[in-house]
């Protein structure tokens, strides 16, 4: 399976957003936060950071997807 990596950027982007908005209903009162918006914040940003996280290449190397064949 091929995955693109052109919309990385765009993903990261909205986790970082998501984030903001997570921490921004953690430091409301207890009995003013949504648990229901916040399951789904955390929902999405775990979906989000996952993505993320898998289409990230760990350093500069390349392999090939058939042969596992490292480039430089």
């Known amino acids: 399976m ?18 903001e908005d ?8 207890k009995s003013d936060r949504r648990k229901n918006v916040m399951k789904s914040l955390l929902r999405e940003a775990k979906g989000l950071q996952k993505l993320v996280k898998e289409c990230t290449p760990e350093d500069d190397r390349m392999c090939c997807p058939n042969c596992g064949h490292e480039f430089n």
């Open 22 to 29: 997570l921490k921004l209903e953690l430091s409301k009162a």
């Open 2 to 19: 091929v995955k693109t990596t052109a919309f990385i950027p765009v993903f990261e982007e909205k986790l970082i957003r998501l984030k």
